[in-house]
């Protein structure tokens, strides 16, 4: 009777370690899905000046792009990288040419001479024609020419100037607010508030071009 009545408790006891196991199982498949539903909210560091900016930029990307169904051109992208590829394979070769200096002066030259003014126009590219802007957008039917979207914190200050500029018409429109209102104090990023200050600005521009 006694060894009858402990091979059923055995039993009872592997019933249960299978229950414990299959709950423990089930649990551990819940948590990517919390975590998947949470990969939409955007956290910085709330005392890091640039993430806040960097954190507002991309998001102003974001809905543009989707939200507007506007799509970025990427064509001063495109003149930055040709132009540093470009000074990188000057430097390569005036570094491994095959004939040795002085019998290689002349390439040296043209090498440092073209380094030079490929770094000039990148350089004045950065300055006069990017400037501040994030975002540049293509040709639409609203916009022949595009937008440019960009944005400007001074140092040492929390104020957010973003500035939207229609390319074909040269009108501009902007606004100036603290970072803090668009973010809690843990850092998250508050979509509904920032939205509508871009809608805002987007309807100021249309208004303007009507006049």
Known sequence: ???HY??????ALSKVEIKITKRTVAFSFKM????????SVVKVNKDDNNALRQALDD??????????????????????????TLCCGLAL????YPHPFPANWN??????????????????????????????????????????VS??????SLDYQMTIKDLKSEKS???????TLFFDTDGVLHEDKFTPEINILLKQLKGSKNL
Not at 6 to 11: D, F, L, V, Y
Not at 32 to 39: C, G, L, R, S, V
Not at 93 to 96: D, G, K, N, V
């Open 6 to 11: 402990g091979a059923e408790a055995t039993n």
């Open 151 to 156: 944005s400007k914190v001074d140092r040492y």
């Open 1 to 3: 009777m006694t060894r």
């Open 93 to 96: 070769l005036a570094q491994f």
């Open 59 to 84: 998001y102003a990307t974001k809905h543009i792009e989707n939200g507007l169904g506007l799509k970025e051109n990427h064509n001063i992208t495109h003149i930055k990288l040709f132009l540093g």
């Open 173 to 179: 429109v902007s606004f100036k607010k603290p970072m």
């Open 107 to 148: 390439i040296i030259l043209a090498c440092a001479i073209g380094y030079f003014v490929c770094s000039a126009i990148m350089q004045y590219v950065i300055s006069y024609v990017q400037k501040d802007a994030f975002l540049f957008t293509k040709s639409s039917p609203k916009y022949e020419k595009g937008l440019s």
């Open 32 to 39: 990517p899905e919390e975590k998947k539903n949470n990969t």
